[in-house]
């Protein structure tokens, strides 16, 4: 009965199924916690985009401020983030800020993070060819050009490019509340 | 095989006698790939070590009713389960060690010493043999990832299990080659010439 052919195919459709039984039992469990450390990664790897030059990070305020610290332990500067409202939903932004009160860089979330920004106008707010235009800028800078600051919006997206602009500046008037270190 | 005498055996076999990558030669890759550290060779370690009992007492459990013809197939379903469940688990719960061994953790489904244990032990022999089998061969394997991560930490970063022991003047520039593959290839034929050399495994 063990060699016959029936018993061939069945008992591997069998193994099967236990093995996938078990394993949607273990990723039920497991599922949820390497969300949790995909999601810390993923602020991780959004603070670094910001702040290349930093080692590590402190977490000044959660989930809104953090301190950058280079490999001696010394700050370098700040990253924030904040969100205004955009065209289509709120326009999550993470500001890099030197020693000297100048943007380092500034990232705009993703659509698959959630940036509900129209394809193809507002979603332009993502690319390095407008976030770019906020690079070592000041804080009465952070404009848009018709507004009487120096950052260009984008073309037909005006309503999200001033949500942007808004967000690093809340977010660089909240460093200027902060102690100088 | 069940007198307690040849019990022990089976279980120590594997750390010394038989060790499966100093005498038996199988599971290399993970040897030389994931012993940068002490901390990362034990991981690798433990890692396989869980698959090899699982797949050890499922295979032994159930080999009266496998058929011959597509036992491998099988094996193979059983491993890999086994190696799912412990991706999921470092994922969630070690993530920085699960990122330091990344893709060696899913390639365990391929380690020799593994498939090699179901075919050739676990597929004859009973539950409690084949478990101690299995922990003696994980013990040996252990080990060899241990000492071979030890040294190399040693010897390339100057520190054991992350902790500073060589004086700052050595770690601020240590004999980095240890760290890099050709490191592991060295240390590892150093290691198999003092296993030839004592005569273990002869």
């Not at chain 1, 052919?5 to 599922?31: E, G, I, K």
């Not at chain 2, 890759?29 to 698959?51: E, I, K, Q």
């Not at chain 2, 478990?131 to 000492?147: E, H, I, Q, S």
Request: hydrophobic letters at 50%; aromatic letters at 8%.
């Amino acid at each position: 009965m063990k060699e016959s052919r029936v018993w061939m195919v069945a008992s591997l459709v069998l193994t099967c199924a236990v093995a996938a039984f078990a394993l949607s039992q273990v990723y039920a469990v497991t599922r949820p916690k390497i969300d949790y450390q995909r999601k810390v990664k993923a602020v991780q790897e959004a603070l670094a985009a910001v702040m290349p030059a930093a080692a590590s990070f402190h977490e000044q305020e959660p989930g809104e401020m953090w301190f950058a610290l280079d490999a001696q332990g010394n700050r370098i500067g700040t990253v924030l983030k904040a969100a205004k409202q955009g065209y289509a939903g709120p326009v999550p932004v993470t500001v890099g800020i030197g020693l000297d009160g100048r943007i380092v860089a500034v990232r705009v979330a993703s659509a698959s993070e959630g940036l509900k920004e129209t394809p193809g106008l507002g979603l332009k707010a993502t690319e390095p060819s407008f976030l770019s235009g906020f690079v070592g800028k000041t804080a009465p800078e952070v404009r848009l050009t018709r507004d009487g600051g120096a950052i260009d919006a984008i073309t037909g997206a005006t309503i999200t490019s001033r949500a942007v602009a808004d967000g690093v500046s809340e977010a660089m008037e909240r460093h200027l509340e902060e102690p100088a270190p | 095989m069940s007198q307690p005498e040849s019990r022990i055996r089976i279980l120590t076999s594997g750390i010394i006698k038989e060790n499966p990558t100093l005498v038996l030669m199988i599971g290399l890759c993970p040897t030389l790939a994931t012993t940068m550290s002490a901390r990362d060779g034990l991981g690798m370690a433990a890692a396989a070590g869980f698959v090899l009992i699982g797949s050890n007492l499922v295979v032994s459990a159930a080999r009266r009713l496998v058929p011959d013809a597509v036992r491998i197939p099988i094996f193979i379903i059983i491993i890999s389960t086994f190696v799912t469940i412990i991706d999921y688990v470092m994922q969630a719960y070690q993530p920085s060690l699960y990122k330091v061994l990344g893709v060696f953790v899913p390639l365990i489904v391929v380690n020799c010493i593994i498939l090699g244990r179901a075919e050739a032990f676990a597929y004859r022999r009973g539950v409690l043999d084949s478990l101690l089998d299995a922990v003696g061969k994980t013990l040996g394997f252990a080990l060899v990832l241990f000492v071979m991560g030890a040294l190399r930490e040693l010897i390339g970063s100057g520190t054991f299990f992350g902790r500073p022991v060589l004086p700052s003047t050595y770690r601020a520039a240590p004999m980095l080659f240890m760290l890099f593959p050709p490191g592991a290839f060295f240390l590892i034929g150093i290691l198999k010439a003092l296993v030839n050399k004592s005569g273990i495994g002869k």
